[in-house]
């Protein structure tokens, strides 16, 4: 009596059209893991940038850092007295940020808060607000 050899659970064919389904999410996720460790404040911590102030009391602060390759993280901060606020972070290549690709401007409103409108050649412009007295008072 022979016996017959072992069938595979899969044609090879069908292995080498699943293994790239298998890993290519893993290697996405690895990048993704890779890439916000990189960003972890506690690792790669922001400098002082340009403050520019707005009245005695109020200021806009853009600190940035660059932690990953050629990427440029830029935070914009509300200084009220001794109080910081972030009002939002931008994160694109370094060229993003090069003179004449980028610049910001901040104001202050009739409701007392502070509007940063930032520009990014290439990108979509980006707005953040601060909010009014009453919805800073809740957060």
């Not at 690895?30 to 911590?45: K, L, Q, S, W, Y």
């Not at 850092?65 to 910081?84: K, Q, Y």
């Amino acid at each position: 009596m022979s016996q017959e050899p072992e069938k595979p659970f899969l044609p090879r064919w069908a292995r080498y059209v699943i293994l790239p389904g298998l890993f290519g999410p893993l290697l996405i996720l690895g990048f993704i893991f890779v890439t916000e460790v990189a960003h972890d404040e506690t690792r790669c911590p922001y400098t002082r940038g340009e403050t520019r102030a707005l009245t005695p009391e109020v200021a806009v602060r853009e600190d940035h850092r660059t932690c990953l390759w050629d990427v440029e993280d830029h935070r914009f901060s509300v200084v009220r007295g001794a109080t910081e606020r972030v009002l939002g972070r931008r994160r694109f290549r370094a060229e993003a940020f090069l003179p004449g690709n980028y610049n910001w401007s901040a104001k202050l409103d009739a409701k007392d808060q502070v509007h940063v409108h930032i520009k990014n050649e290439g990108h979509s412009d980006a707005q953040f607000r601060e909010g009014t007295e009453q919805e800073r008072a809740a957060k």
